[in-house]
């Protein structure tokens, strides 16, 4: 009797271990499928943006060369001269008009002398 209680016991271990290697099969097998359908979608993704930037790429070449075209087109600028500043103008006019004050000064001191002499 308890020869056979125990063989049903060792049986039911078995069964009970069977069971335990099973479910560990199950959630292996279903670990890999989702990792299987996650490397399926970053791999559509990946050809998804590889065709984007490929279609980005005509775009851009295609802007560039559109541009170029352009810029053949357009006759350049003629060059402008640099012109001084308002404050560069105002000291050139002050100075000029210190100058024509000393010229006049010394042409009004050689007239006075001039006269004085001639008197």
């Known amino acids: 009797d308890a020869l056979a209680a125990s063989e049903i016991d060792a049986e ?3 069964k009970a271990l069977e069971n335990e290697r099973e ?3 199950d959630a292996l097998e279903y670990a890999v499928l989702l990792e299987s359908r996650e490397r399926a979608k970053a791999h559509d993704r990946a050809v998804e943006l590889e065709t984007l930037l490929t279609v980005k790429t005509a775009e851009i070449e295609k ?3 559109e541009l170029a075209s352009r ?5 350049p600028r003629p060059e402008r001269r640099a012109t001084p500043s308002n404050a560069a103008k105002r000291a050139v ?3 000029r008009a210190e100058i024509r004050a000393v010229i006049e000064n010394d042409i009004r001191a050689e007239l006075a002398a001039a006269l004085v002499r001639g008197q």
């Open 12 to 14: 039911e271990r078995a």
């Open 93 to 95: 006019s002050n100075l």
């Open 23 to 25: 479910r560990e099969r």
């Open 63 to 65: 802007l560039r060369a």
């Open 71 to 75: 810029a053949l087109d357009i006759e």
